[in-house]
């Protein structure tokens, strides 16, 4: 079992920035992919970033150029950098973990954009 834990959600104004964190333990692996996605009010979740433990990194259209995702040295961690948010990037922001036949989700942190 993989356990995630995520924190750094919370209310923004639109133009800000936050940054979300995501730390497994358990039974991690030395190669996998972590990563954030997002699920909307009436929307399915979609992928906002994800980077490989060698680094490999891939985005949604919809936040290129304003994202950054990167992982601590111990690769245990995912970071999310956000900025420059608009009013659609509000949704509940989901870690995941993945690594061969697995499958983790965090339980998942609200993101508000609101003035």
């Known amino acids: 079992q993989v356990q995630l834990m995520e924190s750094g959600g919370g209310l923004v104004q639109p133009g800000g920035s936050l940054r979300l964190s995501c730390t497994a333990s358990?039974?991690?692996?030395?190669?996998?992919?972590m990563g954030w996605y997002r699920q909307a009010p009436g929307k399915q979740r979609e992928l906002v970033a994800q980077?490989?433990?060698?680094?490999?990194?891939n985005y949604a259209d919809s936040v290129k150029g304003r994202c950054t995702i990167s992982r601590d040295s111990a690769k245990t961690t995912v970071f999310l950098q956000m900025n420059s948010l608009k009013f659609e990037d509000t949704a509940v922001y989901y870690c995941?973990?993945?690594?061969?036949?697995?499958?983790?989700w965090g339980q998942g942190t609200q993101v508000t954009v609101s003035s």
């Open positions: 995941r973990y993945i690594d061969g036949g697995r499958n983790y």
């Open positions: 358990g039974s991690i692996v030395n190669i996998n992919v």
């Open positions: 980077m490989s433990t060698g680094g490999y990194a």
